[in-house]
């Protein structure tokens, strides 16, 4: 997990054995937001993300967490969240085949921003 010094930021949850991202969001709260996603409620999201998490923890696996880019301003975030959402269709479409819906997301790893 890469750290973050502010609670308001973008994250990707990555494969740690591929660095590919699965998913993109974003935080109010610190890492408690994309730590939650692999909580008790994981068992009854049924979305791409949730099946990909268990299909982690099946395998013995947890996802890492990457922060993507941090902020001060909490008005900032949804811009934020859509310009990654953006950035990881582009890549992902470069390099895999893969993507199926915005909550299913995946991408090379790229920290990089633009």
Same mark, same amino acid.
């Given at each position: 997990?890469?750290?973050? =010094?502010?609670?308001l930021f973008? !994250?990707?949850?990555?494969?740690?054995? =591929? +660095?590919?991202v699965? !998913?993109i969001?974003?935080?109010?709260?610190g890492?408690?937001?994309?730590?939650?996603?692999?909580?008790?409620?994981?068992?009854? +999201?049924? =979305?791409?993300?949730? +099946?990909?998490?268990? *299909?982690?923890?099946?395998?013995?696996?947890?996802?890492?967490?990457?922060?993507?880019?941090e902020?001060?301003?909490?008005?900032d $975030?949804?811009?934020?969240?859509?310009?990654?959402?953006? *950035?990881?269709?582009?890549?992902?479409?470069?390099?895999?085949?893969? $993507?199926?819906?915005?909550?299913?997301l995946?991408?090379?790893? $790229?920290?990089?921003?633009?």
């Amino acid at each position: 997990m890469s750290g973050a =010094t502010s609670e308001l930021f973008i !994250y990707g949850l990555a494969d740690p054995r =591929t +660095d590919v991202v699965h !998913y993109i969001g974003k935080s109010k709260i610190g890492f408690r937001r994309p730590r939650n996603h692999g909580n008790y409620l994981l068992w009854i +999201d049924r =979305t791409p993300k949730g +099946d990909w998490v268990r *299909q982690l923890v099946a395998d013995g696996v947890t996802y890492r967490i990457v922060v993507l880019e941090e902020t001060s301003r909490v008005e900032d $975030l949804d811009s934020m969240e859509q310009f990654w959402i953006a *950035q990881a269709r582009g890549r992902s479409e470069e390099h895999t085949s893969e $993507l199926q819906s915005p909550d299913h997301l995946v991408c090379r790893l $790229l920290l990089e921003k633009k």
